[in-house]
């Protein structure tokens, strides 16, 4: 077994690469939603200037076996990294993914990281094995979400008529790009992280240009927000996903700010988000934190329901 750093300008070996993450995630997660082609090609691609980021795989016979990624956050969290480890499960038990961890936290470490966190996610019906995997290399469970499924169309959920509808795609107009900035950062200040001791990401206009530009080239982005008729002042607002060239769309950011709430704003934003959609695209993923009660029954009365329990979980490497 060798454990090397992926050619990033081999377009063959980043296919490879992406080829064997994605069969090892949806070995034992039939409802994950995985990464695109089109979005590890941009990330691999063009590097950003907010993350540095790392591709590792496992060889065996010149096969590859196993994949992982490290992200390394440049401006808030400087001492945390990201990681990923999959591996196929016919390599599996073989200490692939501990060498591969090994790999990562070598890494981490030597970036000034003392702490490295990933999601692990379990399927409620076909429960893997990578919950038990990363305990044994000493990561604990600091959040858990819930990922959640609807089959469109959802049920209907009219807005709240003292307020008006401001949908856009790609690129947020000049014109409410201050409004939506503020609440974006509200949303990062807001969003639950159970016990993950995290700075929130703070945008400028730089920030959210960049991440727009970047992620206009791997999926269509479409929002939704609420406008209030009397002042013209912003409730809300729902972000959405749908990959290029997919049939599902993934819900990001949901948002009522605090003096908006009670209007059933974000139930009407996700909505119409949906209604929008193309014909073919017929199911959205989505992910809450249980104690999230407000935002989980308005999914759950939009036509969600639970498929997959999401691990946050962090590793001490100091």
């Not at 990401?201 to 999926?219: P, T």
């Not at 009407?268 to 193309?278: R, V």
Request: hydrophobic content about 40%; glycine content about 8%.
């Amino acid at each position: 077994m060798d454990i090397e750093e992926l050619d990033t300008t081999d377009p063959a070996a980043r296919r490879t690469w992406f080829e064997v993450m994605e069969r090892a995630v949806r070995a034992d997660r039939p409802h994950a939603l995985v990464t695109t082609l089109g979005a590890v090609e941009v990330t691999m691609t063009s590097p950003s200037t907010y993350f540095a980021r790392t591709w590792l795989q496992a060889t065996v016979g010149g096969t590859v076996v196993g994949t992982a990624e490290l992200e390394l956050p440049l401006n808030e969290n400087t001492d945390v990294a990201w990681a990923e480890v999959d591996v196929l499960p016919t390599h599996r038990r073989e200490g692939i993914g501990r060498a591969l961890w090994q790999a990562v936290e070598q890494r981490a470490r030597a970036a000034g990281r003392t702490r490295v966190g990933g999601e692990v996610t379990v399927d409620l019906a076909v429960p893997g094995a990578g919950l038990a995997f990363a305990t044994a290399l000493g990561a604990r469970e600091k959040h858990r979400e819930d990922h959640l499924l609807a089959e469109l169309p959802v049920a209907a959920a009219p807005i709240d008529p003292d307020y008006e509808l401001v949908t856009w795609q790609g690129r947020c107009p000049d014109e409410h790009r201050p409004a939506y900035l503020a609440m974006r950062n509200q949303m990062n200040a807001d969003v639950p992280t159970g016990e993950l001791d995290l700075e929130a990401e703070v945008l400028d206009d730089a920030r959210l240009a960049a991440s727009e530009e970047r992620l206009g080239r791997a999926y269509d982005v479409r929002v939704a927000a609420a406008r209030r008729r009397s002042d013209g002042t912003f409730g809300g607002y729902s972000l959405l996903f749908v990959p290029h060239g997919a049939d599902y769309g993934w819900q990001d950011d949901t948002l009522v700010m605090p003096e908006h709430r009670g209007h059933r704003l974000g139930a009407a934003l996700k909505a119409a988000n949906y209604a929008g959609l193309p014909q073919h695209i017929g199911l959205v993923h989505t992910w809450t934190a249980p104690t999230n009660t407000a935002m989980h029954h308005t999914n759950t009365a939009l036509g969600f329901h639970v498929v997959e329990h999401m691990h946050e979980m962090e590793a001490v490497i100091a």
